[in-house]
């Protein structure tokens, strides 16, 4: 009797995951790797987020700071686990090998090597913050120094330090095309580079093809960045062929330092990821794609692809991210990252040790969004089933009426909007009027988690709602 094809999934299903949630031990999966960034309200503890990395076959994991209850649940579980160096600190620990091996003695040896640090990533894109140019960039490669010294005081030589890039400071090169016209500020990154040359360390790069196809999205087919064909692409400096939206991304930072005289330094890939939902002004954005892209980025790290300019290079990378966290500013692609929803439930199936055959996967929900939204939208108070914070939302409220020109106007005493008389109603018509008026320089319908946007037109009686197509 034939096995029909339903049941070779379910069997395959159950043959896929059983493997990585491995009870104790070093026998972590060799996945990709995870962000646990952790801006979010009431996200799993750290003993059950190893286990929802272990369960997606993660093999190494990313943390933004040194907790000691994270670093602690790490241990004995095998995963390798890069911690970053908080901007902040790091003029301190350029200023002070006290000080940076202050920070060693705090942050990893009471963890280490139970659990396996592998990487100190000194700042997060630092060469993307402009109001730090003076105060911090010189002092990136000092801040490393000090922190390898201290590393090889206490003979610690399997933990290597690194830092991360941005695309957007690379020159040019990452879009518009082509990667060999790309290049960075070399006052700043050749002694960084030289630093990684001579510790046989990674430049870690947070690429993300989504933010490049949003941008771009006449002339990048959705297709390319998301590993699914979409056609070819021919590099005129170097004949280099790319079939994909990330290897011009690295490719483009390979290039960079070449030109600085770094061409053979490692690279690494610190962030990348699809956002699974967004604002209904923006594109692609839904679990569909997020999928699609993480699934392939999986499988096809699994065979170290490399670059088409360093075929078969091995490179460590890391997924953004565990959860979808709800505390990050910023549009709604921000607070939509996630493998994980907030309440520790799976946004969607994912293998990230790559083994899965993509057509295992049971089906995706068809992808909404991919062209814009065409309907009007408005911004009100978020329905968070009735736990509304009263103080917060009056301090929001009051300081969307202090934006922007008559902002509030019509919920004064006597107006069209004042009825009903609740902070609640109030908030709702002021985040609209604040975002309709100022959307266009940047503001965003968030107010700190409280407001979201809405399709449906809040307006009642004579009070009136603009929307974003009024
Ligand atoms: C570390 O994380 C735990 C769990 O999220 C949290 O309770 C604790 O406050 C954090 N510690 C520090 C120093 O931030
Ligand atoms: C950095 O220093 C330069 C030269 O002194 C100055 O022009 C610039 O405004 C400073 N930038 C910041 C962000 O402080
Ligand atoms: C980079 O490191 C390699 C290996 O140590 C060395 O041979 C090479 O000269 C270094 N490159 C530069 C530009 O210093
Ligand atoms: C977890 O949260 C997601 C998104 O809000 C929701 O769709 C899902 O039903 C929740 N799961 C559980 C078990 O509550
Ligand atoms: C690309 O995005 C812009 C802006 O969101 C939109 O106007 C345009 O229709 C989009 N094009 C395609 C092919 O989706
Ligand atoms: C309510 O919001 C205020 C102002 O943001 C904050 O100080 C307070 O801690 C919040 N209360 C609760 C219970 O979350
Ligand atoms: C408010 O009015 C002032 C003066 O007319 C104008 O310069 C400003 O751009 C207006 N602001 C908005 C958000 O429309
Ligand atoms: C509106 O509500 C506020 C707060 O509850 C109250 O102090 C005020 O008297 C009300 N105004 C009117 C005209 O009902």
Same mark, same amino acid.
């Given at each position: 009797?034939?096995?029909?094809?339903?049941?070779? $999934?379910?069997?395959?299903?159950?043959?896929?995951?059983?493997?990585?949630?491995?009870?104790?031990?070093?026998?972590?999966?060799?996945?990709?790797?995870?962000?646990?960034?952790?801006?979010?309200?009431?996200?799993?503890?750290?003993?059950?987020?190893?286990?929802?990395?272990?369960?997606?076959?993660?093999?190494?994991?990313?943390?933004?700071?040194?907790?000691?209850?994270?670093?602690?649940?790490?241990?004995?579980?095998?995963?390798?686990?890069?911690?970053?160096?908080?901007?902040?600190?790091?003029?301190?620990?350029?200023?002070?090998?006290?000080?940076?091996?202050?920070?060693?003695?705090?942050?990893?040896?009471?963890?280490?090597?139970?659990?396996?640090?592998?990487?100190?990533?000194?700042?997060?894109?630092?060469?993307?913050?402009?109001?730090?140019?003076?105060?911090?960039?010189?002092?990136?490669?000092?801040?490393?120094?000090?922190?390898?010294?201290?590393?090889?005081?206490?003979?610690?030589?399997?933990?290597?330090?690194?830092?991360?890039?941005?695309?957007?400071?690379?020159?040019?090169?990452?879009?518009?095309?082509?990667?060999?016209?790309? #290049?960075?500020?070399?006052?700043?990154?050749?002694?960084?580079?030289? =630093?990684?040359?001579?510790?046989?360390?990674?430049?870690?790069?947070?690429?993300?093809?989504? =933010?490049?196809?949003?941008?771009?999205?006449?002339?990048?087919?959705?297709?390319?960045?998301?590993?699914?064909?979409?056609?070819?692409?021919?590099?005129?400096?170097?004949?280099?062929?790319?079939?994909?939206?990330?290897?011009?991304?690295?490719?483009?930072?390979?290039?960079?330092?070449?030109?600085?005289?770094?061409?053979?330094?490692?690279?690494?890939?610190?962030?990348?990821?699809?956002?699974?939902? #967004?604002?209904?002004?923006?594109?692609?954005?839904?679990?569909?794609?997020?999928?699609?892209?993480?699934?392939?980025?999986?499988?096809?790290?699994?065979?170290?692809?490399?670059?088409?300019?360093?075929?078969? $290079?091995?490179?460590?990378?890391?997924?953004?991210?565990?959860?979808?966290?709800?505390?990050?500013?910023?549009?709604?692609?921000?607070?939509?990252?996630?493998?994980?929803?907030?309440?520790?439930?799976?946004?969607?199936?994912?293998?990230?040790?790559?083994?899965?055959?993509?057509?295992?996967?049971?089906?995706?929900?068809?992808?909404?969004?991919?062209?814009?939204?065409?309907?009007?939208?408005?911004?009100?108070?978020?329905?968070?089933?009735?736990?509304?914070?009263?103080?917060?939302?009056?301090?929001?409220?009051?300081?969307?009426?202090?934006?922007?020109?008559?902002?509030?106007?019509?919920?004064?005493?006597?107006?069209?909007? =004042?009825?009903?008389?609740?902070?609640?109603?109030?908030?709702?018509? $002021? =985040?609209?009027?604040?975002?309709?008026?100022?959307?266009?320089?940047?503001?965003?319908?968030?107010?700190?988690?409280?407001?979201?946007?809405?399709?449906?037109?809040?307006?009642? #009686?004579?009070?009136?709602?603009?929307?974003?197509?009024?």
């Amino acid at each position: 009797m034939a096995v029909p094809a339903t049941v070779w $999934a379910l069997l395959l299903l159950a043959a896929f995951s059983c493997c990585h949630v491995v009870a104790n031990g070093r026998s972590a999966a060799h996945g990709v790797g995870v962000n646990y960034g952790r801006v979010a309200d009431d996200i799993p503890p750290p003993r059950r987020s190893v286990e929802l990395l272990r369960a997606v076959g993660a093999g190494s994991v990313k943390i933004y700071d040194g907790n000691s209850s994270v670093l602690r649940a790490l241990a004995g579980t095998g995963m390798r686990v890069s911690i970053m160096v908080p901007n902040e600190i790091i003029p301190g620990l350029a200023a002070s090998a006290a000080a940076a091996d202050r920070w060693v003695a705090e942050n990893l040896v009471p963890y280490y090597p139970e659990t396996r640090v592998k990487y100190l990533l000194v700042g997060n894109e630092l060469l993307s913050d402009y109001s730090i140019a003076n105060s911090t960039w010189p002092r990136i490669v000092p801040a490393m120094e000090n922190l390898h010294a201290s590393l090889r005081r206490r003979r610690i030589s399997s933990v290597k330090i690194s830092t991360t890039l941005a695309m957007d400071a690379l020159s040019s090169g990452s879009f518009p095309r082509p990667p060999s016209a790309a #290049g960075v500020a070399g006052a700043v990154v050749r002694p960084l580079l030289r =630093f990684l040359n001579g510790t046989n360390s990674y430049y870690f790069v947070d690429a993300y093809p989504y =933010f490049v196809w949003a941008g771009n999205n006449e002339t990048v087919p959705l297709e390319y960045a998301l590993f699914q064909g979409g056609g070819r692409y021919v590099d005129p400096g170097t004949g280099l062929t790319y079939t994909n939206m990330l290897d011009e991304m690295l490719d483009a930072v390979v290039v960079a330092m070449a030109k600085l005289g770094y061409g053979g330094v490692k690279l690494g890939i610190a962030e990348t990821g699809w956002p699974n939902g #967004g604002d209904y002004e923006q594109i692609g954005g839904n679990v569909h794609n997020a999928a699609i892209y993480n699934r392939n980025l999986a499988a096809r790290m699994a065979k170290n692809p490399g670059t088409p300019a360093r075929p078969g $290079a091995k490179m460590p990378v890391f997924v953004f991210s565990l959860y979808n966290e709800d505390l990050k500013p910023g549009p709604g692609t921000e607070r939509h990252w996630g493998l994980y929803y907030a309440n520790g439930t799976a946004v969607y199936p994912i293998d990230l040790t790559g083994a899965r055959p993509l057509w295992s996967y049971p089906p995706l929900p068809p992808p909404e969004n991919d062209t814009p939204y065409k309907g009007p939208v408005w911004c009100v108070l978020a329905d968070r089933g009735g736990k509304l914070n009263l103080t917060a939302v009056g301090d929001a409220l009051a300081y969307a009426c202090g934006q922007g020109n008559g902002t509030c106007a019509t919920i004064q005493p006597g107006r069209e909007c =004042f009825q009903p008389n609740t902070t609640a109603a109030h908030a709702s018509y $002021a =985040f609209n009027s604040y975002w309709q008026q100022l959307r266009k320089n940047g503001a965003t319908c968030y107010f700190n988690n409280l407001a979201e946007e809405t399709t449906k037109d809040p307006s009642h #009686g004579s009070c009136k709602f603009h929307s974003s197509l009024d």
